[in-house]
């Protein structure tokens, strides 16, 4: 079992910036693929962005692309999501997920409030 823990969000003026870190306790996660994914208010929960266990191979939505970048260190078990020059439509509840085959793992979120 693999347990997700999310920090970082808060509230930030459009145009800021945060980090979102991810940190994984259970297992070792150094051979899952993680990713974020995001749920704002009344809408489905979104992909984000997503990075393979060796960090080669990173992902991202078009929405979040050139301003967000994804990546992991292994040795302390924990993704990290860079947000920058950050949109009121980046609003939402972001969550850390790591899969690995048919095994996939949550957070329990993190809130992030971008204010106009």
């Known amino acids: 079992q693999v347990q997700l823990v999310e920090s970082g969000g808060g509230l930030v003026q459009a145009g800021g910036s945060l980090r979102l870190s991810c940190v994984a306790s259970?297992?070792?996660?150094?051979?899952?693929?993680m990713g974020w994914f995001r749920q704002a208010p009344g809408k489905e929960r979104e992909f984000v962005a997503t990075?393979?266990?060796?960090?080669?191979?990173?992902y991202y939505a078009d929405s979040v692309k050139g301003r967000f970048t994804i990546s992991r260190d292994n040795a302390k078990n924990t993704v990290y999501l860079q947000m920058a020059s950050l949109k009121p439509e980046d609003t939402a509840v972001y969550y850390c997920?790591?899969?690995?085959?048919?095994?996939?793992?949550w957070g329990q979120g993190t809130q992030v409030t971008v204010s106009s």
């Open positions: 997920n790591a899969h690995l085959g048919p095994s996939a793992y």
């Open positions: 259970g297992r070792t996660v150094s051979s899952y693929s």
């Open positions: 990075i393979s266990w060796s960090g080669d191979n990173r």
